[in-house]
């Protein structure tokens, strides 16, 4: 699998857009872009994903680079909820993810 | 519609003993996932299992430590012979299939071994 490689921390303001980078440059094709998040000591929630366009759901954007070597998740509107660790992983149509560090991202107020 | 269930929330063993855990994964999911994360580092893989199948164990300490998926009820992590450097926090996931699904997790069991 390609790895990722994400910033070890970022602060945001409250109400203000997060954007979070992840760099991927050695991925493949058929592989997917997953972003997931843990807060505190709760289990990894799943946030989005995408294979080459971008992507949006209730929680978050998911911006993908035409060439696919990086992407960046959007949080609109960040709440001091949304303080977690975020985690980008790139993975193939199988079975296990590969989870590196992640980004600690931090919500002031 | 229920979650993925990991019971218990906090086990505490004594070196030597055994621990198991317990995953029930979401209503409709066939696939099960483990994943153990030390404090302060990211979570590894482990296993992965379909119902009474082992698909791939390739994260697996090759001693003391097992999976089962049984035809009916939960998955069972068991961890035989604890040592202290098995304490960590295990989760489970679970997905309806392969080809992509989402793998949703459970809230974990946070092992310590005294």
């Known amino acids: ?109 | 519609n229920a979650g993925v269930m990991q019971n218990p929330r906090h086990l505490v063993r004594r070196r030597g003993q055994e621990a198991r855990l317990r995953c029930s994964p979401m209503k409709g999911h066939s696939h099960v996932y483990w994943y153990r994360q030390l404090p302060e580092e990211g979570l590894k893989f482990m296993v992965y299992l379909q119902k009474e199948n082992i698909i791939d164990e390739s994260g697996m300490p090759k001693e003391r430590f097992s999976a089962e998926f049984p035809k009916e009820g939960p998955s069972i992590l068991r961890i035989q012979q604890v040592v202290r450097g098995d304490s960590a926090a295990y989760f489970c996931a679970s997905s309806p299939g392969t080809g992509g699904n989402i793998q949703y997790f459970g809230a974990g069991t946070r092992l310590s071994v005294l």
């Open chain 1, 1 to 109: 699998d390609a790895k990722t490689t994400q910033p070890t921390s970022m602060d945001c303001a409250e109400g203000r857009a997060a954007n979070l980078p992840c760099n991927h440059s050695t991925i493949s094709g058929n592989e997917y872009v997953y972003w997931y998040r843990q807060i505190h000591s709760q289990g990894p929630q799943y946030i989005i994903h995408g294979l080459k366009n971008n992507e949006t759901n209730e929680m978050a954007s998911l911006i993908i680079t035409e060439d696919r070597k990086s992407s960046t998740l959007i949080l609109p509107h960040a709440t001091l909820r949304d303080t977690a660790v975020y985690y980008c992983i790139v993975r193939l149509n199988n079975n296990d993810m590969r989870f590196g560090a992640g980004t600690r991202l931090t919500v002031k107020p």
